[in-house]
């Protein structure tokens, strides 16, 4: 039955959806914001294919070229990738899983969104008003002395949106700390409350490095202080290093929230509780205290200490061993457990292929030997890709299909769920993998066009975009659809465990009619062989 409070029904005016102080309300106005986001990030990246379909690149110029890549990765990393899952998935659930009614910051959670909205707004505009070239990294003399484009408007969009990380992870974590239900001790806490505390402690942390090091390209593009560009003085390494602290622990505020949710739909979709899962939970917060120390990987052929380099290819390949340990406990936790086939596990068990993919070839990247090689290469985006869009992007599918009927109180076609789990995971293979093969030959990035020999190669990735496409066109529509026209759905149709799952679906506006107490462990499917 719907509950009388439904959220979704109660108060539909604007006014009430834009001054709502409703976490779950506030995570449906980033999802519709996000997703929005997403497609225009996605159409760049359709024209970047089209134009690579042959060796001239006769689609678009040069010139447009750079424009598109760089709007491709601006808009996908900064208001898609790392918003996504805390944002969306986060805010409508911190609160239900650990008992609670609202985040602790209920106003400071709306003017997250709000700040995300105008940091959007700005780059946006600068899109719109011809867009910028310097890639997405923002390089430096580049982007300070040479670039003709808008890039002070795009870096303020960023530099605004940081802001909006900021809050949400502060939000994060006072919740988490401060308002957990009675009986819920720390090691009871299911491991997407776990990974999202990691992620958080890494968004307060790390976010105001980046907003530090925009605003000294601002006042060296603006004032010529010799800040980065040698010709004034500054150093060009330096912008390197502060750009990267930020932005490698920025992978793991994108793929943290992702193994989380991956966690969650692998114990209800095996009945199991989750193989080790102390180990499980402490390998998020060791990723997120080793991801601060390996910013230096990404600058190996720039002229930084040998030594230095030889210290963070060690750590790089540190960092992978916490990450290792979710994959073999995922994996141990399927063994001998009765799985179930549904959409949110075939998004899970392909969210496992593809990082376990991405992962291993970051440790080819890792050896200095291999990384001179292949830097700057397809390799570098192949990788990336196989770790951000092959894993996070089909976490965050698993998690919206694992959790749309306590979202939207309806359930989804779920044969057209399955056909898009796997048409997303082919599309992918066969869009990225063959720029492994392009990296290793040599093939650069960022390039308008490219030697005959290649072409073949870049064939197979457009005609896989092209199956990846529709594998992400697929459930927009079906959900839309099932919004009308979907059954009803009961509070629990997983027969899943979690506190979540103890309320009616879509949940009142307090969430729960009595404060929950807990008693038991967060996975309660039985012990694990």
Not at 319 to 328: E, G, N, Q, R, T
Request: with cysteine.
């Amino acid at each position: 039955m719907r509950s009388s409070h439904d959220y979704l029904n109660s108060d539909v005016t604007i006014r009430s959806w834009l001054c709502t102080r409703d976490h779950k309300r506030i995570a449906l106005l980033y999802l519709i914001s996000i997703t929005l986001f997403f497609f225009i990030g996605g159409a760049a990246a359709a024209i970047i294919r089209l134009n690579l379909m042959t060796p001239s690149g006769g689609l678009v110029s040069a010139e447009t070229y750079n424009r598109l890549f760089t709007m491709h990765g601006v808009i996908m990393v900064w208001f898609f990738l790392i918003p996504s899952i805390p944002t969306v998935l986060g805010n409508f659930l911190v609160p239900l899983m650990i008992g609670a009614k609202d985040l602790a910051f209920p106003r400071l959670n709306l003017l997250s969104w709000y700040i995300y909205i105008l940091g959007g707004s700005f780059t946006f505009a600068a899109i719109v008003a011809g867009g910028v070239d310097t890639g997405w990294t923002f390089y430096t003399p580049y982007s300070t002395a040479f670039s003709s484009s808008f890039v002070l408007l795009t870096a303020a969009g960023v530099f605004i949106t940081g802001f909006s990380s900021i809050l949400t992870g502060l939000n994060f974590i006072v919740t988490i700390h401060r308002m957990r239900a009675p009986g819920l001790t720390w090691f009871r806490l299911p491991i997407f409350i776990w990974s999202m505390w990691a992620t958080s402690v890494i968004m307060v942390l790390a976010t105001p490095v980046l907003a530090i090091t925009l605003l000294l390209m601002a006042v060296e593009r603006v004032f010529k202080v010799g800040i980065f560009d040698p010709a004034l003085g500054g150093d060009p390494l330096l912008f390197q290093h502060l750009f990267w602290f930020y932005s490698h622990p920025a992978v793991y505020i994108m793929i943290l929230p992702g193994m989380g949710v991956v966690s969650e739909i692998i114990c209800c979709f095996a009945r199991k509780r989750i193989f080790g899962y102390a180990f499980v939970a402490l390998s998020s917060v060791a990723i997120a205290v080793i991801g601060f120390f390996v910013w230096g990987h990404h600058m190996f052929v720039s002229g930084q200490s040998a030594y230095a380099g030889v210290v963070f290819s060690f750590l790089s390949f540190l960092v992978s061993v916490p990450s290792a340990i979710k994959v073999f406990n995922w994996t141990a936790t399927l063994y001998k457990g009765n799985i179930q086939l549904r959409t949110p596990m075939v998004y899970a068990l392909g969210f496992i292929g593809l990082f376990t993919v991405g992962g291993l070839t970051g440790l080819f990247l890792a050896v200095l030997a291999v990384d001179v090689h292949v830097h700057d290469t397809y390799f570098v985006i192949a990788h990336f890709h196989f770790i951000m869009v092959g894993g996070m992007v089909s976490a965050y599918l698993g998690g919206i299909h694992f959790w749309w009927p306590k979202i939207t109180g309806k359930i989804y076609p779920e044969k057209w769920g399955i056909a898009a789990a796997l048409l997303l995971f082919f599309g992918f293979n066969l869009t990225f993998f063959p720029q492994f093969i392009l990296g290793y030959l040599g093939m650069p990035r960022r390039y308008h066009s490219y030697p005959p020999e290649f072409q073949i190669y870049h064939v197979m990735s457009t005609l896989g975009s092209s199956i990846l496409g529709l594998g992400y066109l697929l459930p927009f529509s079906y959900l839309l659809w099932s919004l009308r026209f979907g059954k009803d759905a009961g509070p629990n149709d997983w027969n899943a465990s979690g506190l979540e799952w103890k309320t009616s679906s879509p949940p009142p506006p307090h969430n729960f009619e009595s404060t929950p107490l807990v008693t038991q462990e967060a996975y309660d499917y039985g012990k694990s062989s």
